[in-house]
């Protein structure tokens, strides 16, 4: 792409946003940006824009926006914003600001995608591509813009592993990963995609513009996942709890097993990986079979799988206090992400769920939430609908729009040996920023509870 002197208008003055702004400066381009949220909001990014001589609006959105050769969406604005439709209107070319950083990016992508799992399984193929020595960057839906480090990442061992999300891809055009993974597809954000149809579309696009020697990393158990890699005409790898697969990973009795062409070696005993449930043990093999198709020894595979301890805000030890365990799983924004981690425990469950609901369907749950949870603490705008869900079936303690409501509540109704779990099955802004500020504000309460 041809950037010098083009004039780009970014939409966003978050994270993502600034980057790719800081990034298309840097290379001579015509930056304008714009931001509707309010202007006491965005006082840092306001500063910093004035620094690096890009123009901005704070508070709207407005037709200066259009005065443009392409416009490039942070993750945070919908393919269907006002904006966005009255410039498709008039032909402005609409980019993601993960298709800006590719364009720009010399070195390798591995880039990952799903529902459930992207982050876990993004941070878990750093740490082995570091192992091994690589030059690794891990960015995207993972907190560092890809466009912060594309400058860095060069030369010969330089790789860049991206978590991609659906909105991220929604605006792609030629990003091409050379190894992509697509860990599972459940139901999310339908509050932002017209239906379910439209949400798994979005997430087959990590690999529409693959070909050659690229690779797709695919769980064979996911029915979704399984069609996409059926559509493909370039190599895919499957991973499966279930099946012997001809190329890919799969259990053998608690030992996994990887084949990839004619290699076939035992990797690791399922008990040796140091993040427990059964879909951490797809997410290691999802990122044994994408690092070991890059060249990564299994050596270096093996250990890092020992000494993994998993993100934060995932399934996250917070404490013990009289016999009750506390865990922080506050990125479990989906009714999928919960399933996995009530399975995740055998002991007696206080369940705090709530916040922004996205259209949950609380169905999946039902059983698991019958065989381990002793009790439901329902918190933020979606709790009443958990409640009416979930009532009858286990005791339910409304906290309102309080964390603090949340913990206490919890507390009193635990007991020796039980777990007290964060796993909210919403998203964080009726009440917080981002699940970050959720899970640190839940450990912080926790941590002070006597």
Aim: proline letters at 3%; one cysteine or more; hydrophobic letters at 40%.
């Amino acid at each position: 792409m041809q950037v010098r002197g083009k004039r780009f208008s970014i939409l966003g003055a978050g994270k993502s946003g600034l980057a790719v702004a800081r990034l298309l400066k840097t290379r001579r381009a015509k930056v304008f940006l714009s931001e509707k949220g309010k202007q006491n909001k965005f006082e840092d990014a306001a500063k910093e824009l004035q620094e690096i001589g890009v123009e901005f609006e704070l508070g709207d959105n407005t037709h200066r926006v259009l005065e443009a050769d392409y416009i490039v969406l942070s993750p945070g604005v919908p393919l269907d914003a006002p904006i966005v439709k009255l410039a498709r209107t008039q032909q402005i070319k609409i980019l993601s600001e993960i298709e800006i950083a590719f364009d720009q990016c010399e070195a390798p992508i591995v880039a990952i995608t799903g529902t459930n799992g992207k982050t876990t399984t993004t941070t878990l193929v750093g740490e082995i591509f570091k192992r091994a020595g690589w030059n690794t960057f891990v960015a995207g839906n993972i907190g560092i813009a890809f466009s912060e480090i594309v400058d860095q990442a060069k030369g010969e061992k330089a790789i860049v592993v991206l978590e991609v999300s659906s909105f991220q891809l929604d605006a792609i055009d030629e990003f091409r990963p050379k190894v992509s993974a697509l860990l599972n597809i459940a139901p999310d954000h339908l509050d932002r995609y017209k239906n379910y149809e439209a949400y798994i579309q979005s997430k087959y696009r990590i690999v529409e513009n693959q070909k050659g020697y690229d690779i797709f990393v695919y769980n064979h158990d996911d029915e979704n996942a399984r069609n996409c890699a059926d559509t493909v005409n370039i190599r895919t790898i499957g991973f499966s709890l279930k099946e012997e697969l001809k190329q890919g990973s799969y259990l053998v009795g608690d030992d996994i097993v990887l084949r990839i062409g004619r290699e076939k070696e035992v990797l690791i005993n399922r008990n040796e990986i140091g993040i427990p449930g059964p879909h951490n043990l797809m997410n290691a093999m999802a990122a044994a079979l994408m690092t070991r198709t890059m060249g990564v020894e299994y050596d270096a595979i093996r250990e890092t799988l020992r000494t993994f301890k998993g993100v934060e805000h995932r399934i996250e030890f917070v404490r013990e206090l009289n016999g009750v365990k506390y865990y922080n799983d506050s990125k479990a924004t989906n009714v999928d992400s919960v399933y996995y981690a009530l399975g995740s425990f055998k002991e007696p469950i206080i369940l705090i769920a709530g916040g922004k609901d996205k259209g949950n369907d609380y169905s999946k749950i039902a059983d698991l939430v019958k065989e381990h949870v002793k009790a439901i603490v329902t918190v933020g705008k979606g709790a009443e609908k958990i409640e009416k869900f979930f009532d009858g079936m286990k005791p339910i303690h409304s906290a309102g729009m309080s964390m603090e409501e949340a913990v206490r509540l919890a507390k009193e109704a635990a007991a020796p040996g039980d777990i007290v779990l964060l796993s909210p099955a919403c998203a964080s802004f009726d009440m917080f920023d981002n699940y970050e500020q959720r899970g640190r504000v839940f450990k912080e309460l926790v941590n002070q509870l006597k």
